[in-house]
């Protein structure tokens, strides 16, 4: 992509009421934008951060053979009338009447639907395991709407729901979806802690959220501090589901006696086995040897469009996002600073070129812009690798090369750019390119 035929609106200046770090660098380098209170716009360049992002979610769970729909946004209420939830769901739920006075709600979460359709669909105990996951909008009327995606009103999540025939199989798909969590924030490049959360009113039951630890987060969870040693992808199943680390929430923690740390966090993802908790009410039952069958039921969430949130108040510096590669934008930018001499135009016209074909993603800066100002965009983006061409360049054949989370530039002959980059290139996860 060059410049000058995308759209990046970088803004000066934003409203002195954005409090956090991400907020305030979505809002400047023109990632997103506020329509009303809780609800954005993603603009071209932060978009590409999210599409990246689905991208990796939906590979993953393809691997898994997890089957992707799209449910709608829109509910009809006569379902959350069977589970209970349309009045006990509370003031987060925006309800919406239509012109025949049917009662309609906007979607905060899909459990409901998806027993609907497995009540449709599912008759022998020879359809189960089924599951299946959606990446849709979600609306929850938060009482406070604030940093920006983070907290949003209409907000992305990947919801995905499985249907087991005894509670034994359920319990072995919730620790695949924990271990494939586990893989999957691995891959976007987010240090996570995975917490034990209250198991709620239905006996039985088992939860567990997805943190990453930053103070400026909303959240809290308690951990023995054992737990950052160890890669939780080749502990056991039970160690697993066992792990010493809880949401601030759970009673039955003593901090300090159990020797728990306790550290601010942002809540990323959320899994529950809820077993036959909607089964039963909506009587979505199958056949099996032994009689008819409730299917025992889990959920997995994912806040999708909260992560480039999450992760820019992880990785940032006071100039701006430092973005892992995996969920850059783009993963390098070409900085021409001589836009008006023809060496340097057609120099780094072929290296745009020649490393697009390499399949990686390139910006190239062609703008008729001052050097500070294309510095500034560049590492405000977080684009991990800059590549300056200019005076160097037209005396004596040099390339500046300088990474965003590294504090220095190096000097590269013209000569040696190739196997320099072939490195970084190979580095690249290909499959994770959009
Ligand atoms: P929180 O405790 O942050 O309010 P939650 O427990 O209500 O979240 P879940 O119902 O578990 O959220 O939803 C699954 C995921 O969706 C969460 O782990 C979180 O990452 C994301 N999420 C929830 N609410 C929001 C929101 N208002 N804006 C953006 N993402 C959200
Ligand atoms: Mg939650």
Known sequence: MKYSNFFISTQKDVSKDVKLISHLFMLKSGMIRQE???????LPIGFRVLKKVIKIIEEIHDRHNINQILMPTIQSADIWKISNRYESYGKEMLKI?????????YGPTNEEMITAIGKHYLKSYKDLPLNLYHIQSKFRDEIRPRFGVMRAREFLMKDAYSFDL???DCLTTYINYFKMYLFI??????????????????????????????????????????????????????????IRSYTSDFD???????????????????IFLFGQKYSKPFD????????????????????VSRIPAAVIEKFHDEKGIVWPKEISPFQIIIINLLTKDKVCC??????????????????????????????????????????????????????????????KEELIHKSEIESYLNKFIKNITHDYKI
Not at 36 to 42: A, E, Q
Not at 194 to 206: D, F, N, R, T, Y
Not at 367 to 374: L, N, T
């Open 36 to 42: 009303t209170s809780g609800i954005y716009s993603w």
């Open 97 to 105: 009447t239509d012109r025949n006075e049917k009662e309609l709600l």
């Open 166 to 168: 005894t509670e034994e």
């Open 185 to 242: 924030f691995k891959k976007l490049g987010i240090p996570i802690i995975p917490v034990k959360a209250p198991s709620g009113e239905i006996g039985g039951s088992l939860s567990h959220e997805f943190h990453m630890i930053v103070d400026s987060g909303e959240s809290e969870i308690c951990f023995s501090d054992e737990l950052l040693k160890k890669n939780l992808l080749d502990i056991s199943d039970s160690e697993l589901i066992n």
């Open 252 to 270: 039955k923690i003593e901090v300090g006696k159990d020797k728990l740390i306790k550290k601010k966090s942002i809540e990323l993802g959320h």
């Open 284 to 303: 979505l039952h199958v056949d099996s040897k032994n009689g008819k069958v409730f299917p025992y039921m889990g959920s997995y969430g994912i806040g």
């Open 346 to 407: 057609n120099y780094t016209d072929y290296l745009y070129e020649h490393l697009k074909n390499n399949r990686l993603d390139i910006l190239l800066d062609d703008r008729d812009e001052s050097a500070g100002k294309k510095f500034a965009d560049a590492d405000l983006s977080g684009i991990p690798l800059k590549l300056i061409i200019g005076k160097n360049f037209l005396n004596e054949n040099l390339i500046g090369v300088s990474f965003r989370n590294l504090n």
